[in-house]
């Protein structure tokens, strides 16, 4: 099964994540990510890579 | 089948990164007219002008990464001097190289100081050599004076506060950013200088530079006054990249010579595309409005479908994109989704506890500014993305305004 690793240290907080998959990633008050959802679905593999290619800083993950 | 990417940079690179996530097995040619294979500009303005900032700048991949683990050819250090759509080739260097699909991503220059050459101490920032110079200065200990109260030029700023050291900016609008973010969230920004202690001259013209010895010393105003400077940064904007294409045919704009494609990225010349800060995209989501966009985001999501679309034209789909940027300055976030061309702007969250704008257009949200408020953000940039009615927006700002 995918797991999402989010490395918050890296994580400028810029939601771009959250714009590409609202479900799986949320920005806090903190202005780091939550990710709501550590173990997706195989279904959702695609928006979970665009999701990661989207984040500037490099900070996610998908690994199987 | 070949594709060929002139420009080594985001828009670029993400370009050559699809092109091989689809599957393509051909022959890629990537042609950059910088020395460096590309790298990230997003932190030449911010933590890289920090005292302990890194050191160097790294490129996303290194030249031998880019040959061997995407199967690329670099043409580095070489800028495309020519454009045959007819032939099908690109002129570099004294040769040309074929193409099938050609994805254009030559980004933008940064405009200069008019009277500027030929003084030490002036720069703009751009590329890694202008953000190394930057750099250097404030790490003497420079007066730093910036021209233009744009993101750019206030993320310079922001990086002489944070080290103690004074800073001015100049503007010649009454309000900074009023182009790119309305007058009233633009004046709410202002504030944030001057309560970092930047200095904020607005509707102030410059008139020229005072130099000692081919070293600047000051940035002289209409009024005649002068303000001491040992370096000075031009943030007041930039020109597409495209004297390359003349003669070419590609259609370029009429204001500022950028590549005007539709909503699909392409040119209408054939196998032609466009990416990133030098196209104007058609954006359906804003009726239609040629919108050229200057954000990190966009030009990483426009990169990867031009080479998409190049290959493979008849299943291209329009991109309806939300535009986003956002600053840093002085520890605050400053975050823009949308347009803001807009038939109203709303303050919801007062300045207190961060800062909400909302922007409408006839009935429905069309942009929203955040200071501070990072948690709010995409979810503003979803109610514009559903086109969401203007109710149900303000609904939203209410609920979270607390
Ligand atoms: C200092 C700085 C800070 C920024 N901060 C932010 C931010 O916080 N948030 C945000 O959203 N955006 C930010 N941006 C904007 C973002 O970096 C740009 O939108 C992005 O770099 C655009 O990428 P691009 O590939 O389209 O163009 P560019 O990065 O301009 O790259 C174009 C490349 O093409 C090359 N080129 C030009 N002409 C030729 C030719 N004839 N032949 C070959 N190569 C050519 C150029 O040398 C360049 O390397 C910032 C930009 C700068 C400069
Ligand atoms: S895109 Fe990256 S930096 Fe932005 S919130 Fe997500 S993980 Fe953090």
Redesign the interface.
Known sequence: MMKIEADRAKCDGLGMCEAMAPDFFEVGDDGTVVVLDERPGEEYRQDLSAAVDACPVLALKLRD | MTLVVVGASLAGLRAVEAARRDGYRGRIVLIGAEDHPPY?R?PLSKAFLDAEGPGRIEPFHSEAALRDELGVEPVLGAPADGLDTTAREVAVDGRTVSYDALVIATGATARRLPGSEGIAGVHTLRTAEDALAVRAALDRGARTVVIGAGFIGSEVAAAARKRGLSSTIVEALDVPLIRSVGAEAGAVCASLHREAGTELWLSTTVTGLEANGGVVTGVRLASGEVLPADLVVAGIGVVPATGWLAGSGVPLHERDGGVVCDATLATGVPGVYAAGDVAHAENPLFDGELMRLEH??NA??QG?AAARHAFAPESARALAP?P?F?SDWYGH?I?FVGTPRADEVVTAVPASGGFTALYRRRDRIVGALTVDR??E??KY??HIAGRAPWPEALAFAAATAA
Do not use: C, F, G, N
């Open positions: 990230d997003l990190w985001t990483a999501e990867a939300v986003y956002w976030r975050q990072p948690r953000i995409m940039r979803r």
